[in-house]
């Protein structure tokens, strides 16, 4: 059985990452002393599930996680330190601090190190996460002993539900744009004053006007969708915001 840390202190580690291109040293205090970190470890960076829902599970959640007394998100994954800074830039996830275990000192420490070989990847952490304070683990969420990778508490929800079961999730905010469009960028502007992220898909870049039209029904940009729902141009934006 994996071994839960909870009520006890996280491993002493120092960890060699790379940040700008720079060797810098980071060491558990530095991460935890004196702080509420929200911490998750996976197997592998730029691994499907990692990349597609753990990682970005938890950026879009972290303004959440601080507003309920969360300080910091750290991932962890038994990579090289070239390894996570390149992931780090590939997921633009900005709000997240990642953290390369290279050795599987820390993971180790935590009783999760296992054996991955079947994949090739040789000794990785299973999955997990975990509420850290002050350097003590208050709480983890480790996933089932199933075979494969499953993914089913460790989810950034989750860890949110057990910090707050009230907490209000942002809303889910896509916005159709074309570079130069003076719409578009009044309608960023309106996001933006309501302290409403949102992610860009630009036109002629990610999708093209064919795409476009296909999911709005129209050929104009901005075209606005908040958590599923077609909103439309920058005047059906302001509307709805009451803007």
């Given at each position: 059985?994996?071994?839960?840390?909870?009520?006890?202190?996280?491993?002493?580690?120092?960890?060699?990452?790379?940040?700008?291109g720079?060797?810098?040293?980071v060491?558990?205090?530095?991460?935890?002393?004196?702080?509420a970190v929200?911490?998750f470890?996976?197997?592998?960076a730029?691994?499907?599930?990692?990349s597609?829902?753990h990682?970005?599970g938890?950026?879009e959640?972290?303004?959440?996680?601080?507003?309920?007394?969360v300080?910091?998100?750290?991932?962890?994954?038994?990579n090289?330190?070239?390894?996570?800074?390149?992931?780090a830039?590939?997921?633009?996830?900005?709000?997240?601090?990642?953290?390369?275990?290279?050795?599987?000192?820390?993971?180790e420490?935590?009783?999760?190190?296992?054996d991955?070989?079947?994949?090739?990847?040789?000794k990785r952490?299973?999955?997990?996460?975990?509420?850290v304070?002050d350097?003590?683990?208050?709480?983890m969420?480790i996933?089932?002993?199933e075979?494969?990778?499953?993914f089913?508490?460790?989810?950034?929800?989750?860890m949110?539900?057990?910090?707050n079961?009230e907490?209000?999730?942002?809303?889910?905010?896509?916005?159709?744009?074309?570079?130069?469009?003076?719409?578009?960028a009044?309608?960023k502007a309106m996001?933006?004053?309501h302290?409403?992220?949102?992610?860009?898909i630009v036109?002629?870049?990610?999708?093209?006007?064919?795409?476009l039209?296909?999911?709005?029904?129209?050929i104009?940009?901005?075209?606005?969708?908040i958590?599923?729902?077609?909103?439309?141009g920058s005047e059906?934006l302001?509307?709805?915001?009451?803007?």
């Amino acid at each position: 059985m994996l071994p839960n840390k909870e009520g006890q202190k996280v491993p002493n580690v120092t960890f060699r990452t790379r940040q700008k291109g720079q060797w810098v040293d980071v060491t558990t205090d530095e991460l935890f002393a004196g702080k509420a970190v929200a911490v998750f470890s996976l197997p592998g960076a730029f691994t499907p599930t990692c990349s597609s829902t753990h990682v970005p599970g938890y950026n879009e959640l972290a303004n959440v996680f601080k507003e309920n007394g969360v300080d910091d998100i750290v991932c962890i994954s038994v990579n090289d330190a070239f390894v996570m800074e390149e992931w780090a830039k590939d997921q633009k996830a900005d709000n997240i601090t990642f953290i390369p275990d290279g050795n599987g000192q820390f993971t180790e420490g935590m009783g999760l190190l296992v054996d991955k070989s079947d994949l090739g990847f040789g000794k990785r952490s299973w999955r997990y996460s975990m509420l850290v304070k002050d350097g003590t683990v208050e709480k983890m969420f480790i996933e089932p002993e199933e075979p494969g990778d499953p993914f089913k508490v460790s989810d950034a929800q989750t860890m949110l539900s057990y910090i707050n079961p009230e907490a209000v999730k942002p809303k889910l905010v896509s916005l159709f744009a074309k570079v130069g469009c003076p719409f578009c960028a009044r309608a960023k502007a309106m996001l933006k004053d309501h302290g409403l992220d949102y992610e860009e898909i630009v036109l002629g870049k990610d999708v093209t006007t064919r795409s476009l039209r296909a999911v709005t029904g129209a050929i104009t940009v901005p075209q606005v969708f908040i958590d599923g729902k077609l909103i439309g141009g920058s005047e059906a934006l302001a509307a709805y915001l009451g803007a």
